[in-house]
């Protein structure tokens, strides 16, 4: 595991997860919102955005997190593991919630500077739209991936700590 994707619903803890595991496994982590959105939620411009992704692939080892869909092959290609957390939407809208009332008034360590948390009903409506909008599309890309990667799709909180639990450093 030295080139790890992330990806997975509003909530499902994608930025936790990487963080825990990116301290386990020495790898760096790279939270592609704060990469892709600027102050004020204002997007990359494509040509600069398709550019941080072609330096950042060509690394030996990372930790990515984030959905962004028009990049989800090419970092699937890139990897060597990729976990889906497919999470119940209520858990990732209660964890949502919880997130806003959290960082609301401070700035998260996975978002860009000037990116304030938000909870409004479009990410209401995108989480709890997710598993017809987007699971199918991510379960099937996953699959695709399944015999040359580490796929791993993880259902439940306790099977990350289980997948945290029986993870080890890498031997130097």
């Not at 600069?48 to 950042?56: A, G, H, Y």
């Not at 909180?157 to 450093?169: G, I």
Request: net charge positive.
């Amino acid at each position: 595991m030295k080139r790890i994707v992330l990806v997975g619903c509003a909530g499902s803890g994608k930025s936790t997860l990487a963080q825990q595991l990116g301290a386990i496994l020495y790898l760096e982590v790279v939270h592609l919102d704060a990469l892709y959105w600027k102050a004020n939620w204002t997007k990359t411009p494509e040509d600069e955005w398709q550019e941080t992704l072609k330096v950042l692939l060509e690394k030996d080892s990372w930790i990515l997190d984030g959905n962004f869909s028009s990049s989800r092959k090419l970092r699937f290609e890139a990897a060597d593991t990729i976990i889906f957390l497919d999470f119940p939407r209520y858990l990732c809208l209660l964890r949502v919630i919880k997130r806003y009332f959290q960082f609301r008034a401070k700035a998260r360590p996975d978002r860009a500077e000037g990116c304030r948390e938000q909870l409004n009903a479009y990410l209401i409506k995108h989480i709890w739209t997710f598993p017809s909008r987007l699971r199918p599309k991510l379960i099937k890309d996953a699959q695709e991936y399944s015999t040359t990667r580490n796929v791993i799709i993880l259902s439940k909180p306790t099977e990350v700590s289980r997948l945290l639990a029986h993870l080890q450093p890498p031997k130097e």
